[in-house]
């Protein structure tokens, strides 16, 4: 058994988005995301195999869903499900401090 932090480790620069994987078992993963200032590539969307349950736990953020007008803004808290092949971006995300994302793909 291995104890950790998920605030802990976090490198003072973030020149890409840091994804890494905390757990993997069978068709599931758990994921921690942590974004300064990232967003999706402009024209570019997320279309995964799998669904995913995401939780917003410090910072903030800002997600669109392909095909609606509506920005989903999320803040330390909120959580979001995204079915599989439900196209998604990341607007953007906080500029002045981490933000940091748990999401389950299964």
Do not use: C
Not at 16 to 28: K, P, R, V, Y
């Amino acid at each position: 058994m291995k104890k950790d932090n998920i605030f802990r480790k976090i490198p003072a620069e973030l020149p890409e988005e840091l994804f890494e994987n905390i757990l993997e078992q069978g068709s599931f993963t758990l994921e921690r995301i942590v974004s300064r200032a990232h967003a999706t590539p402009a024209g570019e969307w997320y279309d995964q195999e799998k669904n995913e349950w995401v939780i917003l736990l410090k910072g903030s953020a800002g997600l669109r869903i392909q095909g609606s007008d509506d920005l989903i803004v999320l803040a330390p808290g909120d959580y979001l499900f995204l079915p599989a092949h439900l196209k998604h971006r990341v607007e953007w995300t906080a500029h002045d401090r981490e933000t940091i994302w748990l999401a389950l793909h299964y």
